[in-house]
């Protein structure tokens, strides 16, 4: 998105495409505030990382309660994968989403 947005700087277009990105960074979310960017992907990390040390746990301790319900093909088999649901983030939910996680400040996004 942010190749996308120095294009749209360029053209006098910021503001006026919608733009979408992800990861949710910083930069991303300021950018929302400021209307520069329309929406973000954001998966809170909290919940990824104890997902990830339970899965992990497991597969070490080579128990079959982990299943899962999708793959996902990686050139030459179809791996098992666990899907997490993204949550579309814009200017609307961003207080309700990224900053209530903790994942960025109200101060370090609106600068207050």
Known sequence: AKGVLMSL?????????????????????QDIVRDRQTM???KPIKYLAESAASF?????????????????????IDVPSI????ILVDKKNLKETIIKDGYWTEEQVYGN
């Open 40 to 42: 973000t992907i954001y």
């Open 56 to 76: 992990a746990v497991q597969i070490a301790r080579n128990e079959n309660g982990m299943k899962t319900e999708n793959t996902t093909y990686n050139g030459m």
């Open 9 to 29: 700087d360029e053209r006098d277009l910021t503001g006026k495409v919608l733009l979408t990105g992800q990861d949710a960074t910083l930069l991303t979310c």
């Open 83 to 86: 899907l997490f649901d993204p």
